[in-house]
């Protein structure tokens, strides 16, 4: 008997990269059913990329479907990034999307349906190593989105693929002429996805009330006043404060070192290569280790008493920093060869090997 082809729903966004995504595995051969979710959306571009996602599924003659995940969305997403600032963190709503929506509710709901597995647009690769998935940085180092899928395990990676994490950029949008798709010369979104046009202080006014408080210099002196700490994130410089210096050409840029939401302060340092804006080591919580610790060892990774030898980053986009992986009686600790400057409460850092393998995360302390 000939084996069953396989199907797979492609997470499409409307935008070129998911797009192309579906493209190649329907030339694969596989059969590709096309999702666009609803989330939560301020400012109405979701009525055009839905639009613009059915355009590409008729394109590729593929079915398409429209999950209604709005309230779930605005639950764990939403919700979860509002607090975190109500908190005094810099929460990460992408990686929460991930882990909870597309990675979560979508792949859910498409094997309820009859799915062999699903698809995103997203800049990343999967392979096996050791007989089990493993994930790993895209090709193209300018758009790697791994940095924001650490939360998956090797169950959910099993059942996902990334097609166009083997390719640049520039090669997907010829992919995209090539495939004649609607989007090929879409821009791509920008920002936190739900927000759009929105900025995210104008949003987060309508949840947390503004409140003036003083802005702080590392000795205590007042240098100027914000309305609300929790708006601020640490190694943030437009703070409404100006370091007028103590001469000519003296004056540094002021980035803000640490708040504090109960007593509503901004700490500022003047200088981003100042030392308060630097931090040794992390304490993290919610570490997944996508692989674990014993096939860490077994693969003859740098091993030290104090923990693994890794490389990691604390921010999308920086550059990886060699750093030490602990387990301690607390919880997992990440130490830096160097300082890092710029770290924040809240957001993510991610554990990599030499090769782009994706170690695991942690969300920072």
């Known amino acids: 008997m000939p084996r069953k082809q396989k199907t797979i729903f492609v997470a499409m966004s409307g935008g070129v990269d998911s797009s192309v995504a579906a493209a190649l595995l329907k ?13 939560v959306n301020l400012d109405g571009c979701a009525v055009k990329d839905a639009e613009d996602a059915r355009r590409v599924a008729e394109h590729l003659d593929i079915p398409f479907y429209v ?12 919700d979860y990034m509002i607090g975190g600032y109500r908190k005094g963190t ?4 992408d990686v929460m999307c991930n882990k909870e929506i597309k990675f979560g509710l979508f792949l859910k709901k498409a094997c309820a349906l009859g799915a062999d597995g699903i698809a995103t647009g997203h800049y990343a690769r999967v392979r096996t190593v050791q007989g089990r998935p493993a994930l ?13 899928l650490w939360t998956l395990t090797p169950e959910v990676l099993k059942l996902c693929r990334f097609p166009i994490g083997e390719y640049l950029k520039p090669d997907v949008r010829k992919l995209a002429r090539r495939f004649g798709l609607p989007t090929a ?15 995210l202080r104008d949003f987060l006014k309508a949840h947390i009330p503004e409140r003036t408080g003083a802005i702080l210099a590392a000795d205590g002196t007042k240098v100027g006043e914000h309305r609300g ?33 109960e007593s509503n302060t901004l700490i500022v340092a003047e200088g981003d290569d100042n030392a308060a804006l630097h931090r040794k080591g992390v304490r993290l919580a919610d570490v997944n280790l996508i692989r674990p610790l014993s096939s860490l060892i077994r693969a003859n990774r740098r091993i030290r008493n104090d923990g693994i030898q890794t490389f990691a980053r604390v ?15 607390r919880g997992y600790t990440l130490v ?7 770290v924040a409460a809240g957001q993510s850092a991610v554990f990599y090997a030499k090769d782009g393998e994706v170690l695991g995360g942690g969300v920072i302390l």
């Open 27 to 39: 030339k694969q051969g596989l059969n590709v059913v096309g999702v666009f979710m609803r989330c």
């Open 67 to 78: 999950f209604d995940l709005e309230d779930e969305y605005r639950r764990r997403v939403v």
């Open 90 to 93: 810099t929460p990460n709503p």
């Open 136 to 148: 790993f940085a895209a090709k193209d180092a300018n758009k790697d989105q791994s940095y924001f």
């Open 185 to 199: 010369e879409k821009k791509d979104s920008q920002g936190i996805c739900f927000l759009g046009r929105v900025s």
């Open 229 to 261: 700490a929790w708006f601020y994130t640490v190694g943030q410089r437009h703070i409404g404060a100006a370091n007028r210096g103590t001469g000519a050409g003296e004056a540094k840029p002021l980035y803000v070192a640490e708040k504090n939401v």
């Open 315 to 329: 921010r999308y986009r920086q550059p990886l920093a060699e750093a030490t992986l602990a387990r301690t009686r």
């Open 336 to 342: 830096f060869k160097k300082p890092q400057r710029f």
